[in-house]
Nanobody
Framework: QVQLVESGGGSVQAGGSLRLSCAAS????????MGWFRQAPGKEREFVAA????????HYADSVKGRFTISRDNAKNTAYLQMTSLKPEDTAVYYC??????????????????WGQGTQVTVSS
């Protein structure tokens, strides 16, 4: 089994930045593609960003493109989400996810096998 633990969330004013981390533990050799999702109150969980196992390929939701950067350090079994120019509409619980078999980009919620518990990001205007 794989455990994912997010950290780095918090409260920030609009225009500010935060860096989320997602540390994997357990059977980390099972971790291939990774991604970030978010869920705002009363809304469905939505895709934010994805990164391939090698880190060479990334993909972003249109709403965060140019403001967020996903990266990973496989030696540390950790993925990151650097968030800049934050907006109030970025307020949500952010979840890290990992896929067991896919080395490429995984965009669909249903294709991820492991999930973290989430970290709250609140952006005030």
């Amino acid at each position: 089994q794989v455990q994912l633990v997010e950290s780095g969330g918090g409260s920030v004013q609009a225009g500010g930045s935060l860096r989320l981390s997602c540390a994997a533990s357990g059977r980390t050799f099972s971790v291939k593609a990774m991604g970030w999702f978010r869920q705002a109150p009363g809304k469905e969980r939505e895709f934010v960003a994805a990164i391939s196992w090698s880190g060479s390929n990334t993909h972003y939701a249109d709403s965060v493109k140019g403001r967020f950067t996903i990266s990973r350090d496989n030696a540390k079994n950790t993925a990151y989400l650097q968030m800049t120019s934050l907006k109030p509409e970025d307020t949500a619980v952010y979840y890290c996810a990992a896929a067991r078999f896919d080395y490429g980009l995984v965009l669909a919620y249903s294709e991820y096998d492991f999930w973290g518990q989430g970290t709250q990001v609140t952006v005030s205007s």
